[in-house]
Structure formats: structure tokens, C-alpha cells
């Protein structure tokens, strides 16, 4: 994978299928670019599994690849700007580029702009990626299981892997266009799900990240339809595979960490299981306002009251549960009311972690139409004054740490992660030594408005 401070980048251990070319100059070889979030990244995994298991080398440079696979985001004009970038970067220093990835929807978008390009595919479509990598360098060989390590191919590092439970959505929320890009909720077979999530952990992971554009809404599709693992019934719904994965993380001593969990009743029933200790007491939470007046604009399911009471309810069941969310500042027609009432929000609900996004516009969501749209300077106000709030509400919530002990999971030397730390998005937990991929207990000294510092006990 052609490496880019912004991208992700392919294992630096290519294993067989880099020997075999070394040895035969002639084996195909394919570079990759994948931009985007880890539902992007799991596609892009998919992806350079498929080639693995088929014999194609990978090439770290443009010049060493006989083509190169950009994977593409698409949800907000920056993101889209810079999926343009990379497709331009590859066709000038390679020349043979295939577009993939939620922007691949916009067919006509890219063309417009880079004509030369050899194929367009869409989203989570390994298929047609193959086809349009077949037409242009053939076939090594057939293909040979011990080609690919049993767990794929990852990008993450070997302890952490995102396990994606579902594609697409059901929601129409009027700031997205994910439903026309990636279709409506399509969740896996549970015993799908769970094979893949214990072959992860066998390999040596320790950190299952569960991902879906609505990880709560897991088996709805299905009708919550019942599946098998190891010769016994499951439902398709989003507690039993909870309990199912907590344990298998519990025999494996990992981790399991659910994130985009909408604010469904039904989540109540998983926070036991976080009481418990058999999932993370972690719930990544996109609530994304909290004026009913904006939501509705945004169709947005819940209200802020609701939610108020939810986080409650799921604090007096586990008090030691980590929240994070995401919200949009500048939302058109968003009035100074709107957003103090946001702000009263974020201090009755005490979150740990907080995002922010000054509201972009994005090709085909349906808040374009909206009239009163909010100044550019506006927008950067409120975010700045947004994150200014929570930045105190987050430096006092990670000052109750001081003193303890946090179990902690290793991702470098001097660098790991609590429980309540989600890797990329979240802080880190700063102290001396350790060993990547294990876990360590440190006793947090001190701490500012986004890290932990400590020392190993």
C-alpha cells in the first residue's frame, strides 16, 4: 500500500506473495491507497485479502505496481477533495488506477475529473474490484489458502481489528447520503459474525472494534432471524451477539469495544453485560444535537430529553461506563437558541468524549434545500465554543482518574490505552515501558484534557 501521512498504509510484511515476486519478476504486482473511516478500512482489508489469496504481490510504491486501488471516501467535500487527490497522485506516478470506495458511487464525479481512470467500482464490492483487477493483470495462479493467514489481511496493528456486523442504514437523516451510497441495513449472519471475530482473537487480537453504520440496529433487517454458532440457536439481534462475543473475548482475554450504537431502548439490555465485564463499559454514541427543533430538521431519532434519561439509566447500571459522541455546529437554520441548548446539553449529560464538525454541505443530502444557512465564521464559533465547554467537562471527568489504577492495553512503548479509549479517536495512556499487544496495569499520577500519564505497577 503506498504509504501517505493521511492513509492507510499496507503491512510492512507482505509474506509470500513479495518473496515469490522477488524470486519472479513477472508475478502482478498491486499498490493500495484507503482513505476513509474503519468501515472503509474493513472494505479495503477485504480487498488486499482477495488479492493475497489469488497471488498478487504488493508494492509499497507507486512505481513498484503494475496498478494501484485507491479506496475512496465520499461523505463530506473534504473528504471527497482528498479521495480526488489520491486518485490524481496515483495517475501520475503509476498511470493505472482503480477507483473503489463510497465515493466509487459518483461515478460521473470522478470521470469528471480524472477521465483515465480503468474502472469505478462502489462500496463493500470486492467483486467487481477482482473483475476490474483481472481485466488488466491476470491471474498468478489459483488460489491457495496458506497464501493468506487465516484472519486476512489487516491494516490495523496485529493486536486490534474492526469487526463490521452490518453494511448500510436505515436512517434517512437529511445531512447524509450513506443510504444512497452503501443501500439499506444489511446485517451478517451471526455464525459469520462470530467465526470471523473467534479467528481474530486465535490470531492474536485483543481488541475486537464492533463497526457498522448503526451498530444497534444489527439483525432489524432480518427480522432478528435465528442463526447457529457452534450447533446452537442464536438470534440475529444485537444482545445476543454481544454476549456471544464477550464470551469469546473472555476466554481469549480481549477486548470488545461497540461503536455508532444509536440510543435504541434496546441498548439498555447490553449495559448488564458492561457491568459485568464481559464487553468494554464503552458506547461510542452519534447524538449529533440536542435541539428538538434541529434533530427534527435533521431527522434524527430520540430527543435530548430521552437521551437524558437513557444516560442515566445507563450510568446507575454501570457507573464506570466511558460516552463518547459526536455533534454538528451550523446545521442550516440553526438559531443562537439551538445551539445554547446543545451546550446546556453537553453539561447535563457529563460526556467523556466529545467530536465536533462544523456542518459541511455534501452532494445529494436533502438539508442543501434547507434556506438560512449559517455563516462559514459563524460555524467556527460555535465548534470553537463547543469544544472549549467540553474540553472542561473532559479534563474533569479524566482528573477522577488520578490515583487509580487502569488497566491498560499496550499499543507501543510508553503508549497504551484504557478502557475508555478508543484507538485514533480517543486519548492515549502515557508511561515507561511495556510490551505492544499485552496488557498492563498503570497508576494514572496525572492528566490533562484528552491523556492519562502514569507508571506501571
Same mark, same amino acid.
Given at each position: 500500500?503506498?504509504?501517505?501521512?493521511?492513509?492507510?498504509?499496507?503491512?510492512?510484511?507482505?509474506?509470500?506473495?513479495?518473496?515469490?515476486?522477488?524470486?519472479?519478476?513477472?508475478?502482478?504486482?498491486?499498490?493500495?491507497?484507503?482513505?476513509?473511516?474503519?468501515?472503509?478500512?474493513?472494505?479495503?482489508?477485504?480487498?488486499?485479502?482477495?488479492?493475497?489469496?489469488?497471488?498478487?504481490?504488493?508494492?509499497?510504491?507507486?512505481?513498484?505496481?503494475?496498478?494501484?486501488?485507491?479506496?475512496?471516501?465520499?461523505?463530506?467535500?473534504?473528504?471527497?477533495?482528498?479521495?480526488?487527490?489520491?486518485?490524481?497522485? %496515483?495517475?501520475?506516478?503509476?498511470?493505472?488506477?482503480?477507483?473503489?470506495?463510497?465515493?466509487?458511487?459518483?461515478? *460521473?464525479?470522478?470521470?469528471?475529473?480524472?477521465?483515465?481512470?480503468?474502472?469505478?467500482?462502489?462500496?463493500?464490492?470486492?467483486? %467487481?474490484?477482482?473483475?476490474?483487477?483481472?481485466?488488466?493483470?491476470?491471474?498468478?495462479?489459483?488460489?491457495?489458502?496458506?497464501?493468506?493467514?487465516?484472519?486476512?489481511?489487516?491494516?490495523?496493528?496485529?493486536?486490534?481489528?474492526?469487526?463490521?456486523?452490518?453494511?448500510?442504514?436505515?436512517?434517512?437523516?437529511?445531512?447524509?447520503?450513506?443510504?444512497?451510497?452503501?443501500?439499506?441495513?444489511?446485517?451478517?449472519?451471526?455464525?459469520?459474525?462470530?467465526?470471523?471475530?473467534?479467528?481474530?482473537?486465535?490470531?492474536?487480537?485483543?481488541?475486537?472494534?464492533?463497526?457498522?453504520?448503526?451498530?444497534?440496529?444489527? *439483525?432489524?433487517?432480518?427480522?432478528?432471524?435465528?442463526?447457529?454458532?457452534?450447533?446452537?440457536?442464536?438470534?440475529?439481534?444485537?444482545?445476543?451477539?454481544?454476549?456471544?462475543?464477550?464470551?469469546?473475548?473472555?476466554?481469549?482475554? %480481549?477486548?470488545?469495544?461497540?461503536?455508532?450504537?444509536?440510543?435504541?431502548?434496546?441498548?439498555?439490555?447490553?449495559?448488564?453485560?458492561?457491568?459485568?465485564?464481559?464487553?468494554?463499559?464503552?458506547? $461510542?454514541?452519534?447524538?449529533?444535537?440536542?435541539?428538538?427543533?434541529?434533530?427534527?430538521?435533521?431527522?434524527?431519532?430520540?430527543?435530548?430529553?430521552?437521551?437524558?434519561?437513557?444516560?442515566?439509566?445507563?450510568?446507575?447500571?454501570?457507573?464506570?461506563?466511558?460516552?463518547?459522541?459526536?455533534?454538528?455546529?451550523?446545521?442550516?437554520?440553526?438559531?443562537?437558541?439551538?445551539?445554547?441548548?446543545?451546550?446546556?446539553?453537553?453539561?447535563?449529560?457529563?460526556?467523556?468524549?466529545? *467530536?465536533?464538525?462544523?456542518?459541511?454541505?455534501?452532494?445529494?443530502?436533502?438539508?442543501? %434545500?434547507?434556506?438560512?444557512?449559517?455563516?462559514?465564521?459563524?460555524?467556527?464559533?460555535?465548534?470553537?465554543?463547543?469544544?472549549?465547554?467540553?474540553?472542561?467537562?473532559?479534563?474533569?471527568?479524566?482528573?477522577?482518574?488520578?490515583?487509580?489504577?487502569?488497566?491498560?492495553?499496550?499499543?507501543?512503548?510508553?503508549?497504551?490505552?484504557?478502557?475508555?479509549?478508543?484507538?485514533?479517536?480517543? *486519548?492515549?495512556?502515557?508511561?515507561?515501558?511495556?510490551?505492544?499487544?499485552?496488557?498492563?496495569?498503570?497508576?494514572?499520577?496525572?492528566? $490533562?484534557?484528552?491523556?492519562?500519564?502514569?507508571?506501571?505497577?
Amino acid at each position: 500500500m503506498i504509504a501517505k501521512s493521511a492513509r492507510r498504509i499496507a503491512p510492512g510484511q507482505r509474506g509470500r506473495a513479495d518473496a515469490a515476486r522477488r524470486t519472479n519478476p513477472t508475478i502482478p504486482t498491486v499498490g493500495f491507497v484507503s482513505l476513509g473511516c474503519p468501515k472503509a478500512l474493513v472494505d479495503a482489508e477485504r480487498i488486499l485479502t482477495q488479492l493475497r489469496a489469488e497471488g498478487y504481490a504488493t508494492s509499497a510504491t507507486y512505481e513498484g505496481a503494475d496498478l494501484v486501488i485507491v479506496n475512496t471516501c465520499g461523505f463530506i467535500d473534504a473528504a471527497k477533495a482528498e479521495s480526488l487527490e489520491a486518485i490524481g497522485e %496515483a495517475l501520475d506516478k503509476n498511470g493505472k488506477v482503480i477507483v473503489t470506495g463510497c465515493l466509487g458511487a459518483q461515478t *460521473g464525479a470522478i470521470r469528471a475529473v480524472h477521465p483515465k481512470v480503468l474502472a469505478v467500482t462502489g462500496p463493500h464490492d470486492t467483486a %467487481a474490484v477482482m473483475d476490474a483487477v483481472h481485466a488488466q493483470l491476470r491471474r498468478p495462479h489459483d488460489p491457495f489458502a496458506d497464501l493468506v493467514p487465516p484472519q486476512g489481511i489487516k491494516l490495523t496493528p496485529r493486536h486490534v481489528a474492526y469487526l463490521k456486523i452490518s453494511e448500510g442504514c436505515n436512517h434517512r437523516c437529511t445531512f447524509c447520503i450513506i443510504p444512497s451510497m452503501r443501500g439499506d441495513l444489511v446485517s451478517r449472519p451471526i455464525g459469520e459474525v462470530l467465526a470471523e471475530a473467534e479467528t481474530l482473537l486465535n490470531a492474536g487480537v485483543r481488541e475486537l472494534l464492533v463497526i457498522a453504520q448503526d451498530t444497534s440496529a444489527y *439483525g432489524v433487517d432480518l427480522r432478528y432471524r435465528t442463526g447457529f454458532w457452534r450447533g446452537r440457536p442464536l438470534k440475529t439481534r444485537m444482545f445476543e451477539l454481544c454476549d456471544a462475543l464477550g464470551t469469546l473475548a473472555q476466554a481469549a482475554g %480481549a477486548w470488545v469495544r461497540l461503536h455508532y450504537v444509536y440510543p435504541y431502548p434496546s441498548v439498555d439490555d447490553v449495559i448488564p453485560l458492561m457491568a459485568d465485564g464481559r464487553i468494554l463499559p464503552y458506547l $461510542d454514541v452519534p447524538f449529533q444535537h440536542a435541539s428538538p427543533r434541529i434533530l427534527k430538521r435533521m431527522k434524527r431519532p430520540a430527543s435530548a430529553e430521552n437521551v437524558l434519561v437513557r444516560i442515566r439509566r445507563w450510568r446507575a447500571l454501570c457507573p464506570e461506563i466511558t460516552l463518547r459522541s459526536t455533534f454538528i455546529v451550523g446545521f442550516p437554520g440553526e438559531t443562537e437558541g439551538d445551539f445554547e441548548a446543545l451546550l446546556e446539553f453537553l453539561g447535563e449529560a457529563q460526556l467523556d468524549r466529545v *467530536g465536533c464538525f462544523a456542518y459541511s454541505p455534501v452532494d445529494g443530502a436533502a438539508a442543501n %434545500a434547507y434556506p438560512d444557512a449559517v455563516p462559514e465564521d459563524l460555524k467556527a464559533a460555535r465548534r470553537e465554543r463547543l469544544m472549549q465547554t467540553q474540553a472542561r467537562i473532559s479534563a474533569a471527568r479524566l482528573a477522577r482518574k488520578r490515583g487509580r489504577i487502569e488497566r491498560t492495553l499496550v499499543d507501543a512503548p510508553g503508549i497504551g490505552r484504557s478502557m475508555a479509549d478508543a484507538p485514533e479517536i480517543d *486519548g492515549v495512556v502515557h508511561f515507561e515501558g511495556g510490551r505492544a499487544g499485552t496488557f498492563a496495569d498503570v497508576r494514572i499520577e496525572r492528566s $490533562d484534557e484528552h491523556d492519562l500519564y502514569g507508571r506501571l505497577v
